[in-house]
């Protein structure tokens, strides 16, 4: 991270594992992804975790991936001149869904990695992951009202059994 900027709290991860600092609000993890740009989220237990298996399964045919599965933070060029707040909201928004068919046993991390290749729903895989901080689930309710606030409110991603 920029030195320059304010630091988020640092935090033991609850495998206690890893000790990342926290951003706990969405103007935090805008300028975040402003400055560092090619980021990803990931929503899962711990990165240690992660890092222990370095890949995801196809949730379809558990069919073994080969890296984790992650979406892109970085703001595409059709994205202009639209808040960031509201981009990173969006990517937030549209997999919060994971945290409650988990049964809460997930939540979103911000990463680094090399894409490797693509997974069944196009998510980037990713290699060589190097954790960055957690994402407070504070931020999650940030990014629904953020949502609830457009003119269009949008569903999370979600796919029915």
Known sequence: MDETAAEPARTAAPDGVTELP???SLAELADLVERHGRLFVRWS????????????????T??????????????EGWWEDRPVRLWVARRLYDYCHLRQERDG???PWALRG????RGPDNEPLLRDVEPV????LAVIEE???????QRRPWGPMRRHP
């Open 45 to 60: 237990r711990s990165p240690a975790e992660d890092l222990e298996t370095a890949r995801s399964a196809d949730h379809l």
């Open 143 to 149: 990014a629904e009202e953020e949502v609830a606030r």
């Open 22 to 24: 926290t951003l706990g």
């Open 62 to 75: 558990g069919i073994p991936l080969p890296g984790v599965s992650a979406n892109p933070l970085q703001i």
């Open 114 to 117: 090399r894409e490797v290749a």
């Open 133 to 136: 901080c957690w994402i407070d």
């Open 105 to 107: 046993d997930v939540r």
